[in-house]
């Protein structure tokens, strides 16, 4: 099962912040949540990792409460182009898999 | 760098037949790979887990004869989809642990779209 919960689909236009909002109460004090975009057609991209606090890179922000119980990505100023599906994945053991929730399906227009 | 290839990109099968589908790190050493699977518009489903010279560990549900995993090396690893019917069509993703991985960080490869006729 799914160690995450997000919401099914997102809309917004373009120029705007959009933050996506991940569960993970049962997060293991090992596991790092980690973000991926995937276009149709296409492999999951890397994102953005974090374990506390908030993390920032040229593409996104993600914020992670004290309680790591849940974190937020933030996609500053979206673009059609940043229409795609975002999943949120929390893992940590080496070895061991990530495994997929059903992800959050972010819809930018014009 | 941490560059995972899929071979080939696509193919079409007649029913029956057998279909390999590789998959390489391009630039590091891989320990650990992973399959999925992923059909329209949902998810990606986790298939197997492959550790370089063992056999792989299948989910549940997945037929460890149908689905051939060989992990032969730290940089390729092969599923063979054996007497492919219309209901495995789909597409097809591995992604690869480095050897020295520290946090759980997988690569994704570009995925592989089967069709079966």
């Known amino acids: 099962l799914a160690k995450t919960t997000q919401p099914i689909s997102m809309d917004s236009y373009e120029g705007q912040e959009v933050n996506i909002t991940c569960s993970h109460n049962n997060i293991a004090t090992n596991d790092y949540i980690t973000w991926y975009q995937q276009f149709p057609s296409q492999g999951p991209r890397f994102i953005i990792q974090g374990y506390k606090t908030k993390v920032k890179n040229e593409v996104a922000s993600l914020f992670i409460p004290a309680d790591r119980k849940s974190s937020t990505l933030s996609l500053p100023r979206v673009s059609l182009s940043d229409t795609a599906v975002y999943y949120c994945?929390?893992?940590?053991?080496?070895?061991?898999?990530?495994?997929f929730g059903k992800g959050t399906t972010l819809s930018v227009s014009s | 760098g941490a560059v995972v290839s899929q071979h080939p990109s696509w193919v079409i099968c007649k029913s029956g037949t057998s279909v390999k589908i590789e998959c390489r790190s391009l630039d590091f050493q891989a320990t650990t790979m992973f399959w999925y699977r992923q059909f329209p518009k949902q998810s990606l489903m986790l298939m197997a887990t492959?550790?370089?010279?063992?056999?792989?560990?299948?989910e549940q549900g997945v037929e460890k004869d149908k689905f051939l995993i060989n992990h032969a090396s730290l940089t390729l690893s092969t599923l063979t989809v054996t007497s492919a019917h219309p209901e495995d069509s789909s597409f097809y993703i591995c992604s690869a642990r480095e050897v020295w991985d520290s946090r759980n960080e997988q690569f994704f490869g570009p995925g592989t779209r089967l069709t079966v006729l």
């Open positions: 994945l929390v893992g940590g053991q080496a070895g061991t898999a990530l495994i």
């Open positions: 492959s550790n370089e010279g063992s056999k792989a560990t299948y």
